[in-house]
């Protein structure tokens, strides 16, 4: 895998996951913890990398929505309504995924330049 995932906690002790975005492109699965530039069998989203922004693509069976929350602000009640299957992310914006899986996944980063890693949580 391309980018190492490492935890950290915030100050409400949400245990925050990090992945290096390292690549223009990239694939997720969450549930593996898998970031890679090679799309596997049970990636939920394609990422990529611009200046200012991340553009997301839900693959078949997962679903993406923005909120306009931080990451260590986001619950699992705000990631509800998770229907869309393309969105941008801004820094500062959090993009809630609903799995392959059924899982509930928040991520997201504020970033001054151009994003280079993302913070995610799984909720469910």
């Known amino acids: ?25 990239m694939y997720f699965d969450f549930d593996k913890k898998l970031f890679t ?10 990422s990529k990398r611009y200046d200012t922004y991340m553009h997301f693509t839900a693959l078949t069976g997962a679903n993406i929505e923005v909120i306009n929350k ?7 009640e705000d990631c509800f ?4 299957v393309v969105a941008i992310v801004q820094s500062g914006q959090t993009l809630c995924i609903r799995t392959v899986e059924g899982f509930v996944v928040a991520a ?17």
């Open 1 to 25: 895998p391309i980018g190492e995932t490492e935890m950290s906690e915030d100050d409400s002790s949400q245990q925050l996951n990090k992945v290096n975005l390292s690549s223009f492109a």
């Open 37 to 46: 530039e090679l799309r596997t069998e049970q990636s939920d989203i394609f």
């Open 70 to 76: 931080p990451i260590k602000e986001v619950s699992e």
């Open 81 to 84: 309504s998770v229907s869309s």
């Open 108 to 124: 997201g980063a504020t970033w001054q330049t151009s994003p280079t890693e993302l913070e995610w949580v799984l909720f469910s």
